[in-house]
């Protein structure tokens, strides 16, 4: 029983120590292509782990792919789910970006809904800097880690956003508006009130078992 009540403290102490961030991303863009309007509200929120691991060994590329992030996009009235996919952060000498990509073809994404009746196969956001330009301030980024919480930009910029349809990908939607990614720390959600219970009537279980051997 110790075992038992060992383990489910260290598995509340590993769900303690992984947070969940909450990126978001936001402009306006050109659907005509799908048949929508010139200048539609697009919007994205993604939560992912604070936890995910570089897969890229290119010390100026960081690419964080796990199945287990999520979220949802919007464009204009409509809105669509995803699972899958990756961030990606570039941190070049005269170039920043951050961004993330989810494609239906790769395994372990997905994405759920249609756009004014087309399949959506891809979806992707992408902000950034020039150091050059006169109009950003360089060093967006120091490094191809992930910013941590309480990260803004807002930028007219290197920035761009995709939704495709079709295997071709022959259908997009192109930024006309300023841009916006901020990474915030995601909610936290409580524990259900009758986990606590579950872990005392587990302490209460291994104290009667013990005593039971002694007697």
Not at 15 to 38: E, K, P, R, Y
Not at 114 to 125: E, I, K, M, P, Q
Not at 141 to 155: E, K, M, Q
């Amino acid at each position: 029983m110790k075992y038992l009540i060992l383990a489910v403290a260290l598995m509340f102490g590993s769900i303690a120590n992984a947070a969940t961030l909450n990126m978001t991303f936001s402009t306006t863009v050109d659907a005509s292509a799908f048949g929508g309007g010139t200048s539609e509200a697009f919007s994205a929120s993604l939560n992912f782990s604070d936890q995910l691991t570089d897969t890229n060994t290119n010390l100026v590329l960081g690419i964080y792919s796990d199945a287990n992030i999520s979220g949802k996009f919007s464009i204009g009235s409509e809105t669509l789910s995803f699972g899958g996919g990756g961030i990606f952060v570039l941190n070049l000498s005269n170039l920043d970006q951050i961004g993330f990509s989810v494609q239906t073809s790769q395994p372990d994404n997905s994405i759920t809904g249609t756009f004014l009746g087309n399949a959506v196969s891809r979806f992707s956001f992408t902000i950034g800097e020039v150091a050059a330009s006169s109009t950003v301030t360089p060093n967006l980024l120091l490094s191809d880690v992930i910013p941590s919480a309480g990260f803004s930009y807002t930028t007219t910029e290197t920035i761009g956003a995709s939704i495709s349809a079709g295997t071709d990908f022959n259908k997009n939607v192109t930024v006309v508006g300023p841009a916006t990614l901020s990474i915030q720390a995601a909610p936290v959600v409580p524990l259900p009130a009758s986990s606590p219970l579950l872990i005392a009537g587990l302490g209460a279980l291994g104290i009667a078992r013990r005593r039971k051997t002694a007697a």
